[in-house]
Every structure is written in C-alpha cells, then in structure tokens.
C-alpha cells in the first residue's frame, strides 16, 4: 500500500480505538456501578426535593462541588447522616452530571453489596466480582462514590472492626485514588469510622474532604407513614 493510504489507516484505527476506549469509560457508571436500588439511577439534582435550610444549603453546596469538579479541583467528599436523608441521592447526582457534560468517567459503589459480591466469589471460581476485580475497578474511574461505608459491619452502633479483605479492597483502592476524587456516603460518625478501619486507610478517604453533614433533615423514607 502506498504510504498516505497506510497512514490514513493508521489514523483511522488510532480514532477508533479511541473512540471505544472513551465509550468504555462513558458507560462504567451505566454499566459497572453496584447499585441495589434501581431508583437511585434517576437520582438528579432537579429531583432532589429540599424542604428545609438544612437541605436548601446542603444541595447548594454539591452542586458547588460539581462546578469545582469542572474545573479540575481534587478533593474528597463526606456525606454524612441518619439514613433517608439523600446522601445516596446526592452523591449519585453529582456522578450523573459530572458522567454526562464532561464524559469522566465515574462509578457508584455500594459498599455493603460489593462486600457480599467478593465473599461470594470465594465459592464460585467462575464469578467476576473478585477482589482483585474490585480493587482495579476501584482504582480506574476518575469519580467514585463509595456508598454507606461502615453498612457492612451491621448494625450503626456496632463494636465490630471491618474485616481484613474489606480493608485490602478500599486501601489498595485508595493508595492509587489519591490524585483522584472519591465520595463517601455514611451514617457513621468519624470516631466509629475510626474505630472500624485502620487509621490509615480513614485518614486518606478524609484527606481535606468537604463535609455535607445531615444533622437535622429526617428520613425522607418513613415521614410519611400514618403511624
């Protein structure tokens, strides 16, 4: 072949595996995230009903966040609060909009479900979900949301410590996101957190964070129960 025909398809090539690298990345919120709770995927900012100041500032805070994102900041976020309050909400939003106006390419982890998936490829050598799976999952994806750290140890005021494959999974996962940006939901205070995982591993996930903290808004999910 002449040589401007072989570089014409050596760039084309060059495109095209571009172009499927930036669809993979695109489609790992879609298609990689562990969410248990199919509504959560239309979790957007619009949809996030505020009803009280706390929540009016709380969600003019992300979409703060969201905007520094765009610009290149790196910083860690730590939603914090009772259950029902829209963390998971909040946090899922945060990678839609970042996943769908700037194509990075984010992830949603639920960490009580990744748990369970990992214990159970332990019996089933054909299963994916592994923890070297995870840890590269984790490690790969310029946004993260780690969702209800500290779930999977039971109950909120439990005594129990993370076990040795959880704290493997989020510290390699953390040692190379530290130039990246990872969000962190929770119902845990930072003295159980502490107390649950090494010192190390708390300290990276709360390295400068910007905190969202829930210290009024009720459960969204039982207010309206008529007893």
Known sequence: ????????LQNEMQQHFESVQENEKY??????????DPSL??????????KDPEETENKRVVVECIERYKNGQTFNIILQGVQGTG????????????????RYSCLFVGVEAMIRKIKNSFNDKGSKYTEEYFVELLSSVDFLVLDDLGAE????DTNKTATDFVQRVLY????????????????LSSKVLYSMYDKKLVSRLFKSPKC????????????????
């Open 27 to 36: 489609n790992s919120l879609r298609l990689k995230s562990i969410i248990e």
């Open 172 to 187: 390699a996962a953390t040692t190379v996101r530290q130039n990246k940006s990872t969000i962190i939901t929770t119902n």
């Open 212 to 227: 969202i903290i829930f210290k009024d808004t009720k459960d969204k999910r039982i207010t309206q129960l008529p007893f």
């Open 153 to 156: 140890t039971g109950a909120i």
């Open 87 to 102: 963390k998971s909400h909040l946090s899922y939003s945060v990678l839609h909009e970042l996943n769908e106006t700037k």
């Open 1 to 8: 072949f002449p040589v401007t025909i072989c570089r014409r």
């Open 41 to 50: 995927l239309e979790a957007r900012l619009e949809n996030y009903v505020v």
